[in-house]
T-cell receptor, first 114, second 114 residues
Framework: DVKVTQSSRYLVKRTGEKVFLECVQD?????MFWYRQDPGLGLRLIYF???????EKGDIPEGYSVSREKKERFSLILESASTNQTSMYLC?????????????FGPGTRLTVL | KQEVTQIPAALSVPEGENLVLNCSFT??????LQWFRQDPGKGLTSLLL?????REQTSGRLNASLDKSSGRSTLYIAASQPGDSATYLC?????????????FGKGNQVVVIP
């Protein structure tokens, strides 16, 4: 079974703090993704990575950065957290290859910025 | 840009009734269409994946159909149970997006009333 784990289920931070969200997958997937999910707005892609040290912006990258130093680990960084970054953050991973490859999701991190 | 729409946003059905969820998408150039389930506060789990050359997929009480030319998919859940209460998300993998990126709908929040 594919397993995607996220470092925290719940996180509370203060405005201006630097925040790290970690994601690890155990299936040697090339692609990893960070989404945020908000009521009424659905899932929105922040960043994705298709290989070690390779990344591309998604639909809403402003205020975020990412790091992928090892294939199994993809980190989302909030350089200076703001209250409008309070959200549910979901990580996912996938293979690239065929039309039957799906994305596998982690359990999510509920981040609150005060 | 691919747009994925799921209407209504929320619905309730009595236990035992068949559930029908609809998804529409604007661009028929896709690799596949997937249905995911999300329980409150959790990540997404893939239910069914239909490749672009297929018309439907079945798994137990679940059946999903795809009409690519009209940009529609239907998820059918037979004899609904309270445990089917969740949010169901439709996602397409557009041909113009690489790396297994997906375009998601906002979901149908389903409550099955005992």
């Amino acid at each position: 079974d594919v397993k995607v784990t996220q470092s925290s289920r719940y996180l509370v931070k203060r405005t201006g703090e630097k925040v790290f969200l970690e994601c690890v997958q155990d299936m040697d997937h090339e692609n990893m993704f960070w989404y945020r999910q908000d009521p009424g707005l659905g899932l929105r892609l922040i960043y994705f990575s298709y290989d070690v040290k390779m990344k591309e912006k998604g639909d809403i990258p402003e205020g975020y950065s990412v790091s992928r130093e090892k294939k199994e680990r993809f980190s989302l960084i909030l350089e200076s957290a703001s209250t409008n970054q309070t959200s549910m953050y979901l990580c996912a991973s996938s293979l690239t290859g065929t039309s039957t490859d799906t994305q596998y999701f982690g359990p999510g991190t509920r981040l609150t910025v005060l | 840009k691919q747009e994925v729409t799921q209407i209504p946003a929320a619905l309730s059905v009595p236990e035992g009734e068949n559930l029908v969820l609809n998804c529409s998408f604007t661009d028929s150039a896709i690799y596949n269409l997937q249905w995911f389930r999300q329980d409150p506060g959790k990540g997404l789990t893939s239910l069914l994946l239909i490749q672009s050359s297929q018309r439907e997929q079945t798994s137990g009480r679940l059946n999903a159909s795809l009409d690519k030319s009209s940009g529609r998919s239907t998820l059918y859940i037979a004899a609904s149970q309270p445990g089917d209460s969740a949010t169901y998300l439709c996602a397409v993998r557009p041909l113009y997006m690489g790396n297994n990126r997906l375009a998601f709908g906002k979901g149908n929040q389903v409550v099955v009333i005992p």
